[in-house]
């Protein structure tokens, strides 16, 4: 299964999960009749007590919160989704627009990058099969002339080597890349289906006197962990830029036929590292969109487990790929 279908089953889920919040409205209704009795009670024993006239308004608030309980789904899930859904649209179609203009240019380079090494005489034998067999066609069976195509097979299977450890490595950062958005997606999708099930009961303790503020933290988180896939969709838009812009500049380079390519792909290895690391720091980033409390520890332990997860992945590229490249070419 492709990352993206595991990212729209989240999505599936989140509607499959809608209609128990109706459900859920039939126990707040009761909770919130209750309060609503004990409010307007207070309220008018406050004002005969102190002999001024009844404020109706006020008596108001209770009675619209029931009406938003009755109707949860469709007057309070559904007017919130509707107002952040074109901002959740508008970051994926940035992030696609990026995401298909960095395949476009990884292509390019590829293609690029084989035909420099092809033109260099000391590399075309490693990544052609045509330049090998033509070279071994130009040697004979002196002695000489068989070590020098023991040197070259060994050579040839060095660099396949280093190659596939740097293969590798570049797709496991790019499966812990991918895991951390999904790892955010998926808290993301539990986070909103409890508040949204749980909604009800939150709109009538807020109807209890002295709870009110129930209300506006219900509706500020929910807001909030909403915010985290177009937070998540920028962040890969702007990472997808960056690489773009440096494999356009790659590309400008290898235009030169004199220039010899670099296929470490170390810069690539870095952004998938600061990526994996960024993804975690999403929920703090977007707390200062909308401020919103209650999260604090899970993002704290999120932010420690992407450290430790940075320092791992970054620690064994760097040294396992810089020491047995570094011992296969020496070799």
Not at 134 to 144: R, T
Request: hydrophobic share 50%; net charge negative; charged share 15%.
């Amino acid at each position: 299964m492709e990352w993206d279908n595991l990212h729209e089953l989240l999505r599936s889920l989140y509607d499959d999960m809608m209609p128990l919040a109706g459900d859920m409205a039939a126990v707040a209704k009761g909770l919130a009749g209750l309060g609503a009795l004990f409010y307007v009670a207070l309220k008018v024993w406050q004002a005969l007590s102190r002999a001024e006239p009844i404020d109706v308004f006020p008596l108001l608030r209770p009675f619209a919160l029931g009406l938003c309980i009755m109707f949860f789904p469709t007057i309070v899930l559904g007017t919130i989704n509707a107002v952040l859904s074109p901002v959740v649209t508008g970051t994926h179609q940035i992030l696609e627009d990026k995401v298909l203009d960095l395949n476009q240019l990884q292509q390019q380079k590829d293609q690029l990058e084989y035909e420099a090494m092809v033109r260099n005489p000391e590399t075309a034998y490693m990544v052609s099969d045509e330049e090998f067999d033509k070279k071994l066609d130009e040697l004979g069976w002196s002695p000489s002339d068989v070590g020098t195509m023991a040197g070259m097979y060994m050579d040839r299977q060095a660099y396949k080597i280093e190659k596939a450890i740097k293969d590798w490595f570049r797709n496991l950062l790019e499966i812990l890349f991918q895991a951390a958005a999904l790892v955010i997606d998926t808290i993301r999708t539990f986070f909103l289906i409890v508040l949204s099930i749980l909604g009800p009961i939150a709109f009538a303790i807020s109807v209890w006197d002295g709870f009110q503020s129930t209300l506006t933290q219900w509706i500020t988180r929910y807001v909030s962990v909403y915010l985290w896939l177009p937070v998540s969709d920028l962040f890969s838009s702007m990472l997808a830029r960056i690489q773009s812009l440096i494999l356009e500049r790659d590309i400008a380079m290898l235009a030169d036929p004199t220039y010899i390519p670099d296929t470490s792909n170390t810069v690539y290895i870095i952004f998938m590292i600061i990526g994996i690391i960024g993804y975690f720091t999403i929920p703090t980033v977007t707390g200062w969109v909308i401020q919103a409390g209650g999260a604090g520890n899970f993002t704290r332990n999120v932010n420690q487990a992407a450290m430790k997860t940075g320092n791992i992945a970054g620690a064994g590229a760097g040294s396992t790929v810089g020491n047995i490249g570094g011992k296969l070419m020496n070799k």
